[in-house]
C-alpha cells in the first residue's frame, strides 16, 4: 500500500513563498512520474504542476509557471513544491499524488491527504 504524506503548508502573506514535501512510502519511489494539484473552496481539484521518471520533465500550470518550481529527491523519495511570490488565489488544500507525471488528474493512481495553504491579502 502505497502511501503520500504532504506537509509544509500554511498561513503566508501574498508575495511570500513556502516549499512542500510529499514523502513517499511503501513502494518504490522508481519509475513514477509526481504530480502536485491543488483544490480550493467550492472549485474543482486542478492540476498545477508535475515531473516525470524518465527524464524529469516537468509541466506547469499558466496560473503558475514562472512562480511555483516542482522537483525530487530519488534518494530521499519525496517530490517538492517550492512556491514563491504567493497570492490570495493560490489559497487552496495541495494534494501530492504518484502516477505518469502528466497533467491530467486521471493519470494519477496514489494520492496524500493533503495541505492546507493560505496566502492573505
Known amino acids: 500500500q502505497e502511501q503520500l504524506v504532504e506537509s509544509g503548508g500554511g498561513l503566508v502573506q501574498a508575495g511570500g513563498s513556502l516549499r512542500l514535501s510529499c514523502v513517499v512510502s511503501g513502494r518504490t519511489f522508481i519509475n513514477q512520474g509526481m504530480g502536485w494539484f491543488r483544490q480550493a473552496p467550492g472549485k474543482e481539484r486542478e492540476f498545477v504542476a508535475s515531473?516525470?521518471?524518465?527524464?524529469?520533465?516537468?509541466y506547469y500550470s499558466d496560473s503558475v509557471k514562472g512562480r511555483f518550481t516542482i522537483s525530487r529527491d530519488n534518494a530521499k523519495n519525496t517530490v517538492y513544491l517550492q512556491m514563491t511570490n504567493l497570492k490570495p488565489e493560490d489559497t487552496a488544500v495541495y494534494y501530492c499524488a504518484a502516477g505518469t507525471g502528466g497533467i491530467a488528474r486521471v493519470e494519477y493512481v496514489y494520492w496524500g491527504q493533503g495541505t492546507q495553504v493560505t496566502v492573505s491579502s
Open positions: 515531473v516525470t521518471w524518465i527524464g524529469g520533465r516537468t
